[in-house]
């Protein structure tokens, strides 16, 4: 089969042609139709310092994805071939306290599918029958193709109640525009999102997130007078990953407020810990989706209210993956999705 391999311990992906996965008794063996490409994958093709002591080359690459049930294991009985199917890329041990209390997103053992063992950038990808997901008839593929990332955001998001209060949402990349829709969804009162890039402020506004702010040229505190908001945010949602961004929630917030920090920052970055600490703030770490009450939610949003298609900025055919690849790279594309058919 075609597949998107990191083949050499170098910048780049190559596609090659690999083996189709062999499936054990509990597994599900599908054929990809449509896979996204994530920052993460991005991180693989750089050859950066996380991906050379994380991942193991060569690799089949990829984990945003959906496609159709080929064949199932000996022990498989919920699945069938031709069924529409997307998965939860974190592989769980099943028997680590936490596994074994059902909280498997909190797993000591998570292997990442495209990270540790073979991806969904192939025309096959095999997955444990525990992380296939059912994509009901109404969900369009190309949105059951970004579940991943849109379970990020739904995660973080639903962290803390979000009826009736005031929402930051520091990152306008897809996760944070998703997440900043996943709020004004379920019932948030003002919602801001701020970004430094132009361009990805311009794509929030475009589907439809109430505030946008380039946290460049304005300032929080004046953005809150000039939308009416006179005590400090309810939630924060940390997108961006960047120390600034994260300092300026921490200043924006109310006393008691809650933050959900997605966002993975640079290792050692300073914060006013007094600021949390006298305005009694709550932080809480966010990984991955919870398996599976993440997906369960984010299906219903995405059957509801929740629109995300306008994050998909581009559609191509996988033998295009390089511009793929670059219009991620350069910032320009939000979410890029690639049909393997
Ligand atoms: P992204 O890199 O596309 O978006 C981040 C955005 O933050 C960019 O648009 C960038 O311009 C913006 N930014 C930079 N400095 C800023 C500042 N000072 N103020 C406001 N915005 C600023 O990332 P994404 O794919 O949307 O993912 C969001 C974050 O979540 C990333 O840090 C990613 O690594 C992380 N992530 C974490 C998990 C997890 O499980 N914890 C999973 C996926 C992604
Ligand atoms: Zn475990």
Redesign the pocket.
């Known amino acids: 089969m075609k597949a998107l391999v990191k083949s050499k311990a170098e910048e780049g992906l190559w596609m090659e042609r690999v083996p189709v996965p062999e499936i054990g008794p509990n597994d599900v063996l599908i054929k990809v139709k449509k896979s996204a490409i994530?920052?993460?994958d991005v991180h693989i093709w750089n050859w950066d310092q996380w991906a050379q002591k994380t991942v193991p080359v060569p690799l089949v690459t990829g984990h945003e994805f959906m496609g159709e049930v080929v064949e199932v294991g000996s022990a498989v009985s919920e699945y069938k071939p031709g069924q529409r199917v997307s998965g939860e890329g974190h592989i769980v041990c099943g028997h680590c306290r936490n596994c074994r209390a059902g909280r498997g997103h909190l797993c000591r053992n998570t292997l990442g599918v495209g990270v540790q063992r073979a991806g969904t950038f192939a025309e096959y990808v095999s997955l444990p029958q525990h992380n296939v997901v059912p994509i009901p008839d109404d969900v369009p593929d190309e949105i059951a193709a970004i579940f991943d990332?849109l379970g990020?955001a739904v995660h973080t998001a639903l962290s803390f109640d979000l009826v009736g209060e005031d929402v930051l949402v520091?990152?306008?990349?897809?996760?944070?525009?998703m997440g900043a829709l996943v709020a004004q969804s379920v019932g948030a009162r003002k919602v801001v999102i701020?970004?430094?890039?132009p361009g990805?402020l311009e794509l929030a506004r475009k589907v439809g997130v109430q505030h946008t702010v380039n946290?460049?040229e304005e300032k929080l505190p004046d953005v809150m007078t000039r939308i009416g908001m006179t005590e400090g945010f309810d939630v924060g949602l940390e997108?961006?990953?960047?120390a600034?961004?994260f300092r300026?929630m921490i200043d924006a917030m109310n006393n008691g407020g809650k933050i959900a920090i997605?966002?993975?920052?640079p290792t050692g970055f300073e914060i006013d810990w007094n600021k949390v600490i006298f305005k009694m703030l709550t932080l809480k770490?966010?990984?991955?989706r919870e398996m599976f009450e993440t997906w369960y939610k984010m299906i219903a949003l995405v059957q509801g209210p929740l629109d995300v298609s306008g994050i998909i900025t581009h559609r191509i055919g996988i033998d295009d993956y390089k511009g793929g690849f670059e219009a991620m790279r350069s910032?320009t594309a939000?979410k890029v999705v690639m049909d393997w058919e």
């Open positions: 994530c920052g993460t990332p990020n520091t990152g306008a990349g897809p996760i944070g525009i701020t970004d430094i890039n990805r946290a460049a997108m961006s990953g960047a600034p961004a300026d997605l966002g993975i920052a770490g966010i990984y991955g910032g939000s």
